[in-house]
């Protein structure tokens, strides 16, 4: 089991926490009330900084609820944390961006993240030709 450093910077954000076991995301919370307007931009802050295990980075995206629910996006669709950002002022943040008038309340459930490996290091090869089927080019599998 890897450990992560974890500090708190509000407490008014429920601790994180695994939901019941059934998921490997970790919901993060808005640790700030925010008032957006259609079309306004805030990082909103997530009220941690964290010190991830040698070797991890972090990835946040939204909740599948989050647009449904907030009328926002996350401008960055994934962000990524590496493990060079854990100092105390390094605090975790949600970039949003407002669709419609909204609001935010502290402690509100707006994204989520998991720890992954780096990525290895790889090496690419230049070739004339993969050899390989086609498969009908992108976004061809259809919508059902």
Not at 104 to 110: A, Q
Request: net charge neutral.
């Amino acid at each position: 089991m890897e450990k992560v450093r974890i500090k708190y910077i509000s407490d008014k954000i429920e601790k994180l926490r695994y939901i019941d076991g059934k998921s490997d995301w970790i919901d993060l919370r808005s640790a700030e009330y925010v008032k957006l307007k259609k079309g306004e931009f805030r990082l909103i802050s997530l009220g941690v900084s964290m010190e991830l295990p040698k070797g991890y980075e972090a990835l946040i995206v939204p909740r599948s609820s989050t647009f449904k629910n907030f009328g926002i996006i996350q401008t960055n669709h994934c962000g990524v944390i590496d493990e060079s950002y854990c100092s105390n002022e390094d605090v975790w943040k949600f970039p949003a961006l407002a669709i419609r008038d909204t609001e935010i309340r502290i402690n509100d459930r707006i994204c989520q993240f998991r720890i992954i490996k780096h990525q290895p290091v790889i090496d690419f090869e230049e070739v004339e030709d993969l050899g390989n089927d086609v498969r009908g080019g992108f976004g061809s599998t259809g919508i059902k």
